[in-house]
């Protein structure tokens, strides 16, 4: 099953097991009818749980699975990571990417110089940021047509055409 991760568990609240995770979701309306999550913990371990209760505030969700149903089997899972099948998610257009596929990506120029790696993604007003990170130290790619050139995601790389001054 090809899953992909919507958020970590960051602390428990309570006594009862409800979790407290930090939501990687732009929307919480991917939850809407969710009635399974898997974890996996930062071993690599992944499980399958069914969810008691869901709910989200802000950037943070707050999780009841039925399998957990104490403070100590609660902070166990404190680190793992949330994911959910891939097939919830739209389809998009042809030149449009789920952050968490970008994420991971190895950056280089038309010339075949590596860059480094997409650690992350945030959006501006009008388009995304790249946040890449390499031997070079931090730079930000803007996600337009004019910078990024190739985005290969079998081969897990995008190529962009760095705008002047972009490169350190």
């Not at 009818?33 to 209760?53: A, F, M, Q």
């Not at 110089?113 to 803007?142: K, M, Q, W």
């Not at 290969?152 to 705008?163: E, H, R, V």
Request: proline letters at 4%.
């Amino acid at each position: 099953m090809d899953l992909f991760v919507f958020g970590e568990i960051v602390k428990t609240r309570g006594l009862h097991g409800c979790l407290k995770a930090l939501s990687f979701l732009e929307s919480s309306e991917l939850l809407d009818g969710l009635t399974d999550v898997y974890l996996e913990t930062p071993s690599g371990r992944k499980s399958r749980h069914e969810i008691k209760k869901i709910n989200s505030s802000g950037k943070f969700l707050f999780l009841e699975i039925k399998d957990v149903s104490g403070v100590d089997e609660a902070r166990r899972l404190v680190g793992s990571r949330l994911l959910m099948p891939r097939d919830r998610l739209a389809a998009l257009a042809a030149d449009e990417y789920y952050w968490h596929d970008i994420v991971g990506l190895d950056v280089y120029t038309p010339r075949g110089r590596h860059l480094g790696r997409i650690e992350s993604v945030f959006p501006t007003g009008g388009n995304d940021v790249y946040v890449c990170r390499g031997d070079a130290g931090e730079i930000l790619i803007p996600a337009t047509a004019e910078v990024v050139l190739q985005v290969d995601l079998a081969g897990k790389k995008m190529i962009i055409q760095p705008l002047e001054g972009l490169l350190p």
